[in-house]
């Protein structure tokens, strides 16, 4: 007897798409209110595998089967494997960098070079260098945000604002660079956009908000200087020097994970590489941190240094030397350090895919959709989804690649050119995503800045006024690139460096 066949699932009402993100909010609210910077370390996790229970019952209910439902999570969370591979090998490195003295070097000539009063700046442009060489936020982040963030309060100058800098370098730089995944894969969704047209495009919205922030960064600097003295100061270089042989040979492991960056190594390879060989160099740099670190006198150099880099790469480096302010800086790092970052990637994710394949994240688009009746509401629209996306789904890569998708014909029925589209995509889904504490970036900045997002968030202007930028020059139509009229004689191959720009006047936009 044959066997009828099952129906297929409903389309969700606005109410069905609406209930889970109602949920969602409610419990990340409760879990604020209750466990305020500490949501992180677990009740947040919760919060959000509730609201994927509640996605997935509204799902059920619409016809979707508890199958599909799991398919649908394992495929999401799947997406996410090799940041979760990229967020542990940078645990492992942060571990070893301690244990070699990389980042002690770091933070020992930061020390001396960086004035208290230029300090935020000066770290919010390096990291905005490092970033566009790497093409690596995380990276960046990961490395020498780490360092920044950790002689902050050596300087006297605050930690939250110096992880601020950190992120708004980092992705200054990131979103710059032809080796970043984003600025590779945005324009490839888009489509009729090269690489080198979609940086081109970013840079007249980019450069001002880095400005901008660069700014505020010095004025902050300049009117509220350090609570540290310059004794204070030397005391720390002193102390670092008693613990660490301070030399430029430490920085080694940071110029080979810049070179491997360059050479386009595979990111968890070239972190995690690095990190084994930061631990190898760290015997012969480092040979007391290490015999102390591993607690065997009587083991053996080359049995101390293994078990030196298992445990650094492990647990963490764990400074013992007597001094709270050298103890406090250094004890860092190490994959279970990540485990909590991990858990709640996980948790984002799965409510994320829940909501993509019940169709309710394209529920909750179309309204939006429907109502961008003009250039500048259409730009606005598609910040809206792309933020909205990011505390959402909870997922960098969501915000970026659905809006790209969804858009495309929205875009050129306006008459906008293509990389007007990948430019506000990334001026607010990619560079918004490191302030939302349960998102992908937003979870592993705390991880490895160890600054809770919602510390760091009021501080990170570059991500916060880029959006800005990108919506006002939508509706002042400044720098607002329109495609080639039918017919026109210029040459088409670039249409997107050929194409009108709104603004003071018709002209052709330089590429």
């Excluded at 450069?207 to 901008?212: H, Q």
């Excluded at 110029?255 to 690095?274: D, E, H, K, N, Q």
């Excluded at 909750?364 to 933020?387: E, H, K, N, Q, Y």
């Excluded at 939508?474 to 329109?482: K, M, N, Q, S």
Aim: hydrophobic share 50%.
């Amino acid at each position: 007897m044959a066997t009828a066949a099952r129906p297929a699932p409903r389309d969700p009402s606005l109410l069905d798409a609406l209930i889970p993100v109602v949920a969602l909010v409610g419990l990340i609210a409760l879990t604020i209110v209750l466990f305020g910077t500490a949501a992180t370390d677990g009740p947040l996790q919760v919060a959000l595998l509730t609201s994927a229970v509640v996605a997935g019952l509204v799902a059920l209910k619409n016809g979707h089967t508890s199958a599909s439902l799991s398919a649908a999570m394992i495929g999401g969370i799947s997406t996410a494997m090799g940041a979760i591979f990229i967020l542990l090998a940078v645990g492992a490195l942060i571990g070893t960098w301690n244990l070699a003295g990389t980042i002690p070097t770091v933070v020992s000539y930061g020390i001396r070079l960086l004035h208290p009063a230029i300090f935020y700046g000066a770290v919010a442009v390096i990291c905005a260098v490092v970033g566009m060489v790497t093409g690596s936020s995380w990276t960046t982040a990961g490395t020498l945000g780490v360092a920044f963030v950790g002689m902050a309060p050596v300087l006297g100058v605050s930690a939250p604002i110096a992880a601020g800098a950190v992120v708004s370098g980092a992705y200054m730089g990131d979103k710059m660079s032809p080796l970043s995944e984003t600025t590779v894969l945005i324009p490839s969704i888009v489509g009729g956009v090269t690489v080198n047209q979609h940086i081109r495009g970013m840079l007249w919205t980019v450069g001002p908000s880095f400005c901008i922030s660069l700014v505020i960064f010095v004025v902050i600097g300049l009117v509220f200087g350090s609570s540290a003295s310059t004794a204070d100061t030397t005391a720390a270089e002193d102390a670092l020097a008693k613990v660490f042989w301070i030399s430029p040979v430490n920085l080694l492991p940071l110029v080979l994970l810049i070179l491997l960056s360059l050479w386009r190594v595979p990111p968890f390879l070239a972190i995690f590489g690095t990190a084994v060989l930061s631990g190898a160099l760290a015997s012969f740099t480092q040979p007391h941190v290490v015999e102390a670190f591993a607690g065997k006198s009587g083991q053996g150099a080359v049995l101390n240094g293994i078990e030196a880099i298992y445990k650094a790469m492990a647990t963490g480096f764990v400074s013992e030397t007597g001094n709270e302010k050298i103890d406090a800086l250094f004890s860092r790092g190490g994959m279970v350090s990540m485990l909590t970052t991990v858990w709640l990637i996980l948790g984002a994710l799965s409510f994320a895919a829940v909501m993509e394949h019940a169709g309710f994240l394209d529920r909750l688009m179309a309204p939006l959709l429907r109502r961008a009746r003009s250039a500048g509401r259409l730009i606005a629209t598609v910040a809206a989804t792309c933020i909205g996306l990011n505390i959402v789904a909870g997922d960098q890569y969501v915000a970026d690649v659905l809006p790209s998708r969804a858009f495309r014909d929205a875009f050129a029925q306006q008459g906008l050119a293509p990389r007007m589209l990948s430019r506000t995509v990334e001026d607010t889904g990619t560079v918004t995503s490191p302030l939302v504490p349960w998102n992908s970036c937003g979870a592993y900045m705390t991880g490895v800045l160890g600054v809770p997002t919602i510390e760091y968030l009021p501080y990170a202007f570059f991500n916060i006024v880029n959006p800005l930028i990108a919506v006002i020059f939508g509706f002042t139509g400044f720098r607002v690139e329109r495609i080639a009229p039918p017919g026109d004689t210029a040459d088409t191959a670039d249409t997107a460096d050929t194409a009108t720009v709104g603004g003071s006047g018709a002209r052709t936009l330089p590429g």
